[in-house]
C-alpha cells in the first residue's frame, strides 16, 4: 500500500468519524505502515488488528476505542498518545515510548491467535511492554493481566484500579507510580523500584518481592497474603498493621464453603478466593454460588458442570477455561475476561434473591457480563436470558442456537460472531 493510499484511508476514516456519507472506517488489518510518520493521525476506532506500526512517529495520535490486536509498536514514539479503551490484547510495545500517553481503561492482557488446522489449536500471544517508556502514562483501569513488562519505565504512572494479575514487572522503576486498588496478585516484582508509590486497598495475593524497593511506599490498607515481605526493601514503608503471611490451602476455603452452602451459613464460611492463581485445576463439578472470585485466575480451569449462582467473578482471567453445563444465573462477570472459553449449555438466566431462610424478595438479578471478553468463546446452546452483555467483546463467538430473551447488548461488538439460529427472540439493543 502506497503512502497515497494509507492517506486516502486515513481522510476517509476522519469522514466517517464525523457521520459523512462519502466516508469510511479505516480497515488497516495487518498493513505494514512501519517507519511512518503519522503523528497528530487521527484513527479512534479504527481497524489496525495485526498491523505492523513499528519504528512509527505516533506522537499526539489518536487510537481511542480502536482494535490494535496483535499489533506491532516497537520502537515507536507514541508520545501523549490517546489509547484509551483500545483492544491492545497481544499488542508489542517493546521499547516504545509511550511518555504521558493515555490507556486508561486498555486491555493489553494477553491474545489468542487461531492457528488454522485440521482440528484448529491456540497460539498465546503476549503483551509485550518490555522496556517501554510509560512515565507519567495514564493506565487508569487498565487490564495488564499477565503482561510482559520487565525493565519498563513507568515513573510517575496513573495505575489505578489495573489488572496486573500475574504481570512480569522485573527490574522495571515505577518511583512514584499511583497504584491505588491495582490488583498484583501473583505478578513479578523482583528488583522493581516501587519507592514513594500509592498501593493503598491494592491486593498483593502470592505475589513476588524478592528485592522489591518499597521505600517509602504506602502499603497501609494493601491486602497483603502470602508475600514474603522480609525480601523486599521497606525502609520507611507504610505496611498494614498485620499483614497475612499464610493463606488458606485452596482444599480448606473450598471445604469450609461446602459447610456454609448446606448449612446455610450457619457453619463454614464463605469462599473468598480474590486474586487466587487457580489456573489449570480441575474443579469441575463443584457449588461456589456466592463465592467471591474476584480478579483470580481460572485461565485453563476444569469448572464443567459447576454451580455459580450469584458468584462474583468481575475481572477475573479465564481465558479458555471449560464452564461447559455451568450455572451461572446471577453471576457477576463484569470485565472478566472469557476468551477462548467454553461456555456451551451454560445458564445465565436471572436468578430471583431470596432472604436466609429461603423467602423470596420479589428481586431478580440478572447476569452481568457487560464489558466482558468473549473473543472467540464458545456459546453454543447457552441460555442469556435477560443478561447483561454491553460493552462486551463477542468477536469471533459461537452463538449458535443460544437463547438471547430480552438480552442487554448495547454496544457489544459482535464482529464475526457466529449466529445461526438465534433461538426464540431477538435481544435488545
Same mark, same amino acid.
Given at each position: 500500500?502506497?503512502?497515497?493510499?494509507?492517506?486516502?484511508?486515513?481522510?476517509?476514516?476522519?469522514?466517517?468519524?464525523?457521520?459523512?456519507?462519502?466516508?469510511?472506517?479505516?480497515?488497516?488489518?495487518?498493513?505494514?505502515?512501519?517507519?511512518?510518520?503519522?503523528?497528530? *493521525?487521527? &484513527?479512534?476506532? =479504527?481497524?489496525?488488528? %495485526?498491523? !505492523? $506500526?513499528?519504528?512509527? @512517529? /505516533?506522537?499526539? #495520535?489518536?487510537? +481511542?476505542?480502536?482494535?490494535?490486536?496483535?499489533?506491532?509498536?516497537?520502537?515507536?514514539?507514541?508520545?501523549?498518545?490517546?489509547?484509551?479503551?483500545?483492544?491492545?490484547?497481544?499488542?508489542?510495545?517493546?521499547?516504545?515510548?509511550?511518555?504521558?500517553?493515555?490507556?486508561?481503561?486498555?486491555?493489553?492482557?494477553?491474545?489468542?491467535?487461531?492457528?488454522?488446522?485440521?482440528?484448529?489449536?491456540?497460539?498465546?500471544?503476549?503483551?509485550?511492554?518490555?522496556?517501554?517508556?510509560?512515565?507519567?502514562?495514564?493506565?487508569?483501569?487498565?487490564?495488564?493481566?499477565?503482561?510482559?513488562?520487565?525493565?519498563?519505565?513507568?515513573?510517575?504512572?496513573?495505575?489505578?484500579?489495573?489488572?496486573?494479575?500475574? *504481570?512480569? &514487572?522485573?527490574? =522495571?522503576?515505577?518511583? %512514584?507510580? !499511583? $497504584?491505588?486498588?491495582? @490488583? /498484583?496478585?501473583? #505478578?513479578?516484582? +523482583?528488583?522493581?523500584?516501587?519507592?514513594?508509590?500509592?498501593?493503598?486497598?491494592?491486593?498483593?495475593?502470592?505475589?513476588?518481592?524478592?528485592?522489591?524497593?518499597?521505600?517509602?511506599?504506602?502499603?497501609?490498607?494493601?491486602?497483603?497474603?502470602?508475600?514474603?515481605?522480609?525480601?523486599?526493601?521497606?525502609?520507611?514503608?507504610?505496611?498494614?498493621?498485620?499483614?497475612?503471611?499464610?493463606?488458606?490451602?485452596?482444599?480448606?476455603?473450598?471445604?469450609?464453603?461446602?459447610?456454609?452452602?448446606?448449612?446455610?451459613?450457619?457453619?463454614?464460611?464463605?469462599?473468598?478466593?480474590?486474586?487466587?492463581?487457580?489456573?489449570?485445576?480441575?474443579?469441575?463439578?463443584?457449588?461456589?454460588?456466592?463465592?467471591?472470585?474476584?480478579?483470580?485466575?481460572?485461565?485453563?480451569?476444569?469448572?464443567?458442570?459447576?454451580?455459580?449462582? /450469584?458468584?462474583?467473578?468481575?475481572?477475573?482471567?479465564?481465558?479458555?477455561?471449560?464452564?461447559?453445563?455451568?450455572?451461572?444465573?446471577?453471576?457477576?462477570?463484569?470485565?472478566?475476561?472469557?476468551?477462548?472459553?467454553?461456555?456451551?449449555?451454560?445458564?445465565?438466566?436471572?436468578?430471583?434473591?431470596?432472604?436466609?431462610?429461603?423467602?423470596?424478595?420479589?428481586?431478580?438479578?440478572?447476569?452481568?457480563?457487560?464489558?466482558?471478553?468473549?473473543?472467540?468463546?464458545?456459546?453454543?446452546?447457552?441460555?442469556?436470558?435477560?443478561?447483561?452483555?454491553?460493552?462486551?467483546?463477542?468477536?469471533?463467538?459461537?452463538?449458535?442456537?443460544?437463547?438471547?430473551?430480552?438480552?442487554?447488548?448495547?454496544?457489544?461488538?459482535?464482529?464475526?460472531?457466529?449466529?445461526?439460529?438465534?433461538?426464540?427472540?431477538?435481544?435488545?439493543?
Amino acid at each position: 500500500m502506497t503512502p497515497h493510499e494509507i492517506l486516502g484511508l486515513i481522510q476517509k476514516h476522519e469522514k466517517w468519524l464525523q457521520g459523512k456519507t462519502d466516508g469510511k472506517r479505516a480497515e488497516l488489518s495487518k498493513v505494514d505502515l512501519s517507519g511512518l510518520d503519522l503523528s497528530s *493521525v487521527n &484513527l479512534s476506532r =479504527a481497524s489496525l488488528n %495485526g498491523a !505492523n $506500526l513499528k519504528n512509527c @512517529n /505516533l506522537t499526539d #495520535a489518536n487510537f +481511542e476505542r480502536a482494535d490494535l490486536y496483535a499489533a506491532e509498536f516497537s520502537g515507536s514514539v507514541l508520545k501523549n498518545a490517546n489509547l484509551k479503551s483500545a483492544d491492545m490484547h497481544g499488542v508489542n510495545l517493546y521499547k516504545a515510548d509511550l511518555s504521558g500517553a493515555t490507556l486508561e481503561k486498555a486491555d493489553l492482557r494477553e491474545g489468542r491467535l487461531a492457528v488454522v488446522g485440521e482440528k484448529g489449536s491456540w497460539q498465546i500471544v503476549g503483551s509485550n511492554l518490555g522496556h517501554s517508556v510509560l512515565d507519567e502514562a495514564i493506565l487508569r483501569g487498565a487490564n495488564l493481566t499477565r503482561a510482559d513488562m520487565k525493565g519498563c519505565s513507568a515513573v510517575g504512572a496513573d495505575l489505578q484500579s489495573a489488572n496486573l494479575i500475574g *504481570v512480569r &514487572l522485573q527490574n =522495571a522503576d515505577l518511583q %512514584g507510580a !499511583n $497504584l491505588t486498588q491495582a @490488583n /498484583l496478585s501473583s #505478578a513479578n516484582l +523482583e528488583s522493581t523500584n516501587l519507592a514513594n508509590c500509592n498501593l493503598s486497598n491494592a491486593i498483593l495475593v502470592k505475589t513476588h518481592v524478592m528485592g522489591t524497593n518499597f521505600t517509602n511506599a504506602n502499603l497501609e490498607t494493601a491486602k497483603i497474603v502470602d508475600v514474603p515481605l522480609s525480601l523486599a526493601k521497606l525502609h520507611k514503608a507504610k505496611l498494614p498493621s498485620a499483614p497475612e503471611l499464610r493463606q488458606k490451602t485452596v482444599e480448606a476455603i473450598l471445604l469450609s464453603h461446602k459447610k456454609w452452602i448446606a448449612t446455610r451459613g450457619a457453619k463454614g464460611e464463605q469462599a473468598v478466593l480474590d486474586g487466587y492463581d487457580l489456573s489449570w485445576l480441575n474443579l469441575s463439578g463443584l457449588d461456589l454460588s456466592g463465592a467471591s472470585l474476584k480478579g483470580a485466575n481460572l485461565s485453563e480451569t476444569n469448572l464443567r458442570d459447576s454451580l455459580f449462582e /450469584l458468584t462474583d467473578f468481575s475481572g477475573a482471567a479465564m481465558q479458555g477455561a471449560n464452564l461447559e453445563g455451568c450455572m451461572l444465573a446471577g453471576a457477576n462477570l463484569s470485565e472478566t475476561d472469557l476468551s477462548g472459553t467454553n461456555l456451551r449449555r451454560a445458564r445465565l438466566f436471572p436468578v430471583e434473591l431470596r432472604d436466609p431462610n429461603g423467602t423470596s424478595t420479589g428481586r431478580i438479578w440478572p447476569t452481568n457480563l457487560s464489558r466482558a471478553s468473549l473473543l472467540d468463546a464458545c456459546l453454543q446452546g447457552a441460555d442469556l436470558t435477560g443478561a447483561n452483555l454491553s460493552q462486551a467483546d463477542l468477536r469471533g463467538a459461537d452463538l449458535r442456537n443460544v437463547v438471547l430473551v430480552k438480552t442487554t447488548i448495547t454496544g457489544a461488538n459482535l464482529e464475526g460472531a457466529f449466529f445461526g439460529e438465534l433461538g426464540r427472540e431477538a435481544a435488545s439493543a
